[in-house]
């Protein structure tokens, strides 16, 4: 069923939902319906959206238009849909995004030392476009043990 929020601006017409429409009613239904493939992944963990992003409205108002070629991405994926941890993004840029990137050596020695110096994690992460998670286990030794040199490593 359409929403007047969707009508009132322009989001769908002649029955027709805009991109941004379609990409607000997957991110509430991937965290509000079980029966949703992706549930398990989403609100199955607990994954929410802030209390604004409930109407349309709210969400157009905080996130604009979604560009052609990009979809709604969590820049966190440890934390929940709001306009602070939200972004449009290409499928390139979301996969590298993932709770199960695999990265290289390399990349991971460089997390490692300027995590290690004392760089912000979250701006490492947009630099090298992985999770602030992945970071935080890098510096904490319970991810690539052969940088860190840590003796307990998780799976």
Known sequence: MVGLNAMTHGHVLGGKESP???SWKAMKRRCNSPSHRAYRNYG???VTYCPEWESFVGFLSDMGERPTGASLDRIDSDKDYSRD???WA???AQNRNKSTNVINAETAKEIYRRAKSGEIQKRIAEDIGCSV???SNIK???VWSSVTGAKHVKS
């Open 20 to 22: 941004t429409y379609i």
């Open 44 to 46: 199955g963990k607990g």
């Open 85 to 87: 941890n939200c972004r």
């Open 90 to 92: 290409t499928r390139e």
């Open 133 to 135: 998670g992945l970071v």
């Open 140 to 142: 904490n030794g319970y």
